[in-house]
């Protein structure tokens, strides 16, 4: 798998082009679906809304709208994503993908506050519903769209390792349980005749999804700021170098970071120093060949030989090098 790769990008460009783009083309497919998903759930929504008047399903509404452009952002974010390094861009495009759910956590919380300010006035002056029934019924269809929709954005967000797809999943689910709790008020509305209980609903909901914004911005900051893969993950090189170091050969500043789908892992290979180049070299090859092994998701590995007698080799442990 690595070898077709490097050989297209080495000698076959218009190759490398064409497998980003069947690659992009795969993901692209999930952020359509989304957007159709908001359509037609804006579409349900306000319809239920206009049926009844409630302000807990306009703000509903209001989320979908938000679902809407965020799926928009998303896609261009991936067609940014996937594309193929360049000279500007020699490490890749990735991290685009943290800018797609930073913009998406900010518009949630904007919607979250849109709620808020709609739902304000029906506290103090509350209003009577009309057709909750079949409000109700609306509204929960447009719910099942997006549950459906969610979870496959999930799945395949984790299988492809796209933060945006996930995002946009979680999002979606976000919006499922803002429906859910705004269908519970308008049924309490119903039963009890309490017409306060309509903004009293909206204004949970608000709450709820400023968390779930929050936790996007929160994740998309950490990607930025070149955090490490999971410790799991890390546990699992660490396994891998296992059956080296038992034949003696030794490692330090193993370094890794997470760019969108793409891994960077980088480790300092400690040999004998009366090693050629040419067996330093095939033991680099093959510890990268199995560390790139361990994911389904595109890895860059560097590695670098140092030789273990050289005190010299122990002054660049970490990211600065500190020389004597």
Known sequence: MWKQTKNCCKFDQSKLTACSKMQSKSLK????????????????KMLAYSLTGSVGLFSDALESVVNLIAAVVALFMIT??????DEEHAFGHSKAEYFSSAIEGGLIVLAAFSII????????NPQPLENIGIGLLVALGASIINLLVGLILIKNGKKNHSITLEADGKHL?????????????????????????DGIVAIGVALNILWTGYQLMRRSAQGLLDSAIPESERLIIVKALKPY??????????????????????????????????IGH???EDIEKDIRGLFDS???????????????????????????
């Open 29 to 44: 497919k999930f952020i359509y679906l989304s957007i159709a998903a908001a359509v037609a759930t804006i579409s349900l």
């Open 80 to 85: 940014l994503a996937e594309k193929p390094a």
């Open 117 to 124: 300010w709609a739902a304000i006035p029906r506290l103090v």
């Open 173 to 197: 689910m976000t919006d499922v349980y803002t429906s859910v709790g705004v269908l519970i008020g308008l049924g309490l509305v119903k039963f009890t005749g309490l017409l306060i209980l």
């Open 245 to 278: 170091t038992e034949k003696h050969l030794e490692y330090h500043s193993l370094m890794t970071r997470q760019a969108g789908q793409r891994k960077f892992i980088s480790l300092h290979l400690l040999v004998p120093g009366e090693w050629t180049i040419q």
């Open 282 to 284: 095939d033991i680099a």
């Open 298 to 324: 595109p890895v860059t590995v560097f590695t670098h030989l140092e030789p273990k007698e050289d005190p010299v080799s122990m002054q660049d442990i970490g990211i600065d090098r500190h020389d004597p």
